[in-house]
């Protein structure tokens, strides 16, 4: 199939955090917005348009696009859990390599506060859930194979968010902005065995959008970043075959994401990674081939996935540091990595980029090993 | 908590002919849960099973009391399991052994007393 170049041509987001006065549609509106102001195209230019979302109901894109003049156009609604956004962007993609659409919008968005007591549970009826198996609990028992496994200190998982809250600290647009210790980190309120809180990342509100179009649409006043590849999988059921501690639907996605890109894990520049428990960066390093089985977390511990390393993975602090609007998290990923690739991330930018990946992957129905993973891989 | 004096009888186990998985109802009546298959033979699951990984879940959603203990384990021939435990946390490796109990459970872990 031939198959045309993509480019990120506008991004725009609204900080993860608390926004209790604002609704979703208030805050993809303005990611929305944002990311066509800085591409300097119209509403009208826009020929499509891809929105991930989770918690908001039914036709929340269309909604959320009525607020950024965005009408008639054909608006996909995807939902694949964490994995949300870079479903979003993954078709937003296609569409446009296609020769479908010259120009699109991507936006993802999530409200979250004051929707939960504790963490999310996507499906309330399946026998798992019922019986209490939440989401740390689901990482929890990967963490615990994993250092079964490979004779790893589950202590060393702290390193994952000592490493993210101190990125986080040079991200202003984090949502927590304290770095943590070791100490502070294994101290906190236990969660699920292993883990405990500052091993979690936290509920969050948000959006990102990205303007994404055709090279023939692209001009040199836009800085372009281009969308070199990208790859979606799904989880299977829990079953005698499941490897716990590892992440197989990653590993599907980012065969299919590298194989899009003609690239290898080794010329992978920086990476901004789903770590929504310190375990789950662990296993997507792995799954993404960033690090060998069994080896992200001696990587992490010895400073080769922090800023200035071998390859730094979540510069921009991660889930852990941004906070998690299921929604838009795989968006704001897209427009961090575009930051990095054109050398404006500030304190936290990693010298020489030009070839980054954001990876998500989502749970949620603990009857599967996942329900959605996807890797975008972008390139300067 | 269930025990085991108010509990049903264990579910009846299926092996699928497809993918030799082996899983007791209700988790798949008419069709096995991973591949989909419906050539479903009857099979009886060991009484003791393995532990697979562990975890003591010490914040849970509201109504819940903590902690509690939940794991899956191996029973053979084929079938990986998930239950609550009783008898404590249970770590890699435990042997298990499986005991009805009623609605959702269905079937718990109880950690055998004199394991190695």
Known sequence: ??????????????????????????????????????????????????????????????????????????????????ASGTTAVHLARLAVAAGVHDVVLVVGAEKMTGRFQGGITLDRTDRPTLLGLTMPAIYALNAQRYAYDHGADLDDLAEVSVKNRAAGAANPQAMFRKPVTRAEVLGSRPVADPLTLLQCCANADGAAALVLAAENAVSSRHDPVWLLGSGLASGSPIGPATEFGTSRPS??????????????????????????????????????????????????????????????????????????????????????????????????????ASLALAHTVGGGVATLDAIASGVVIAGV | MSTPETASALPAARRCACCDAAFPLPEGPDRCPYCGDDRLGEVTLAETGEVVSSTVVRVAPPGA?????????DFAPGARLFARVRGGAAPIGTPVRLVAAPEPDHYIFEVEEHHP
């Not at chain 1, 045309?4 to 990611?31: C, M, N, Q, W, Y």
């Open chain 1, 251 to 352: 590993r599907l996605a980012a065969r299919r994401a590298y194989a899009a890109a003609g690239v290898t894990p080794d010329a992978i520049d920086l990476a901004e990674v789903h770590d929504a428990f310190t375990i789950g960066e662990i296993m997507s390093v792995e799954a993404l081939g960033l690090a060998g089985p069994g080896k992200a977390l001696h990587a992490v511990a010895g400073g080769e996935l922090s800023l200035g390393g071998r390859v730094p993975v979540n510069a921009g602090g991660g889930l852990l540091s941004k906070g998690h609007p299921v929604g838009a998290t795989g968006v704001g990923q897209v427009v961090e990595l575009v930051a990095q690739l054109r050398g404006r991330a500030g304190e936290r930018q990693v010298g020489g």
């Open chain 1, 1 to 82: 199939m031939t198959s045309r170049r993509v480019a990120v041509i506008g991004t725009g987001s609204v900080p993860f955090g608390k926004h209790e006065d604002a609704s979703l549609e208030d805050l993809g509106g303005s990611a929305a917005r944002a990311a066509l102001a800085e591409a300097g195209f119209e509403p009208g230019r826009i020929e499509a348009a891809f929105s991930s979302n989770v918690l908001g109901g039914g036709g929340a894109g269309q909604r959320i696009l009525a607020r950024a003049g965005v009408h008639g156009v054909p608006v996909v609604n995807a939902e694949n859990a964490c």
């Open chain 2, 65 to 73: 009391d903590v902690p509690y203990t939940l794991a899956y384990a």
